[in-house]
């Protein structure tokens, strides 16, 4: 009977989690008040779908759910996203979200030469010092997954000969550390307004911008009406359609005439499809279907989002994290100064929380989770989280390689 493998079931399952997680967060129970100050309720929509995988309920090894989520949903949530986006206000958020997001390449640049260094401190024997093993070795398909995107990872690969056993265990290592820190990241939106008070953030540019959307959105109806709710389908997945198609097409053009350009993630059908979808979200946001922002366009991304969210939760596995503790012990101290960089760069500019999550996420992330941690604080700003993902894929191999070439050093 377990673990359930129907996708139909699993989803059913999924959607149960979802709606019992808003019932009760939305509930005027004391209990319940208190419980969701401490936890944030997108941080359970992401936890217990891992929690129900890693006991054994579920499982997420063959489910396509994902693959659905990502591919589907994810372009079209960009697509409602941004359609009632006020793209001159985005502009005016200025330079913060820039600097945040080269903090964090420099933070994984400088970060993973810091960490060998540590680990082979406390423990000399964790860290392969030289030869086709070496630890560096499989650590740079980690800075090129961190900075760029799994084009990048791959191109590190190939790039410093990393042996097969070796980068199936840095894959491992790289998915656990990276849903941890997502976890976080999904956690801190959930209390940015507290961060943002340690911070002493100046979150007026952005505040800006939030009271404009939301302006554009104070009459927004409800989805009661059917007319309506099959028009925002067909324009979110129809331009997803576009997407798809065109990133067809482009995506081998380039893998055929430009292979050389791989390492920009430009033969990815997944990067042109997140970019052209959130480019048509942002074409159609100059149009009169403009005003389907108020017929609840956000509200339909949000739900997509909340779904991708919970896919993606569960192919997490809890109990991973005490597993390959060596390279993990490696991964968390490098992560952590990450995270300490952007902060401290963060308190002195004053940035608000959203542009460190999102400039970190531009990187550690790139363009499938940027716009989800984006969207999680305010919906209509996914978009700053694809744009500074594209920054972050152009940075990827020349940022992955350098990182490569400081740990190699440090051994």
Known sequence: MFPITNDAVIFGILLFILALIFHTSSSKSNFWQNFYKFIPALLLCYFVPGIVNSVGIISADTSKLYYVASRFLLPTSLVLFTIGVDFKSILKLGPKAITMTLTGTLGVIIG??????????????????????????????????????????????EVF????????????????????????????????????????????????????????????????????????????????????FLADIIAPFF??????????SLTSDFFWMVVIATTGGL????????????????????????????????????????????????????????????????????????????????????????????????????TVGVLLAVLGYALGTYGAWLCAVLMSIVS
């Open 283 to 382: 074409i159609i946001s100059f149009t009169r279907f403009r005003e389907y922002e108020n017929k609840g366009a956000s509200k339909l991304g949000s739900l997509f989002l909340y779904i991708l969210i919970s896919t993606i939760g569960m192919n997490m596995d809890i109990f991973g994290f005490f597993q390959n503790f060596d390279l993990l012990l490696i991964t968390s101290i490098w992560i952590t100064f990450h995270a300490v960089l952007l902060i401290i760069v963060g308190k002195i500019i004053k940035a608000p929380y959203f542009f460190i999550a999102v400039g970190s996420q531009a990187n550690i992330g790139g363009a499938a989770s940027a716009p989800i941690v984006a969207a999680a604080i305010h919906p209509n700003l996914a």
């Open 161 to 244: 000969q990393v042996s097969d056993s070796i980068f199936s265990a840095i894959i491992a290592i790289d998915v656990l550390t990276y849903s941890i820190w997502f976890a976080i990241l999904l956690y801190g939106a959930g209390i940015n307004d507290k961060i943002n008070k340690f911070l002493k953030a100046d979150t007026s540019s952005l505040e800006i911008v939030q009271k404009r959307l939301e302006g554009n959105s104070a009459n927004q109806l409800q989805l009661s009406n059917l007319a309506d709710i099959i028009k925002l389908l067909s324009i979110g997945f129809g331009v997803t359609a576009a997407a798809h």
């Open 112 to 157: 993973g030469p810091i960490a060998i260094l540590i680990v082979s401190l406390i423990s000399p024997n964790t860290i392969i010092h030289s030869g086709p093993e070496a630890t560096w070795r499989g650590l740079s398909t980690i800075a090129g997954s961190w900075i760029g995107g799994g084009a990048n990872q791959t191109a590190m690969k």
């Open 255 to 264: 893998a055929n005439n430009f292979p050389e350009l791989e390492k920009f």
